[in-house]
């Protein structure tokens, strides 16, 4: 009898136990071996379909992601959670009222920024101004040290004609200082 019990030596290959997707465990149902939630809600995060299922139902994720290629279908299971989240902690605006939100930092935040740049343009034209100030004080003490020493009142009526070709020459000298003085506030005054 020894010679009919022959022991079969193949090895016999371990049975895997696969555990349903997230969404048929809470969904209490066998998980299809193609079942289309299993790759995008995994046993390990139910907490991600229950959130979308509790928004969307399961039969409108399935149909959902039915319809879609399969290279788009997990940036639609992400944006369907991020969706249901925001629908679950705001349930009149959802995603509009978080980007309403961000919309209105994003203003904020803008007019913080032109506020700031006004400061700095206010601030480089009183630098402009304060340069200009120096460069006039600058320019006024300049020509009075090497211009001759004053002539009095009582000379200046009592002239000579040689003294009247100087008074000629300090009144053009002052016209030309007057002229480059304006020409140094014109920007300044614009």
């Known amino acids: 009898m020894e010679s ?37 809600f995994p046993p390990t995060e139910p907490a991600k ?11 409108n994720i399935i149909k959902f992601l039915q319809e879609l290629p399969e290279s788009q279908r997990a940036d639609a299971v992400t944006s369907m959670v991020y969706e249901a989240g925001a629908r679950i902690r705001d349930p009149v605006y959802g995603c509009a009222g978080a980007i309403c939100q961000l919309q209105k930092q994003v203003n904020e935040l803008q007019a913080q920024l032109a506020k700031a740049h006004a400061e700095l343009v206010n601030m480089q034209l ?10 006039m004080e600058k320019m006024v003490e300049t020509p009075m040290q090497e211009s001759p020493p004053q002539k009095s009142v009582d000379n200046f009526f009592i002239s000579s004609p040689s003294s009247s070709s100087d008074y000629q020459n300090d009144l053009n000298f002052f016209e030309e200082n007057i002229t480059g003085l304006n020409s140094l506030w014109e920007p300044l005054l614009t």
């Open 4 to 40: 009919d019990t022959v022991t079969n030596t193949s090895p016999i290959s371990p049975q895997v136990v696969m555990s349903p997707c997230a969404a048929c465990k809470i969904l209490r149902r066998r998980c299809a071996e193609k079942c289309v939630l299993a790759p995008y």
């Open 126 to 135: 009183q630098q402009a101004n304060l340069m200009a100030l120096i460069c």
């Open 49 to 59: 379909f229950t959130i979308a299922h509790r928004v969307f139902g399961a039969s």
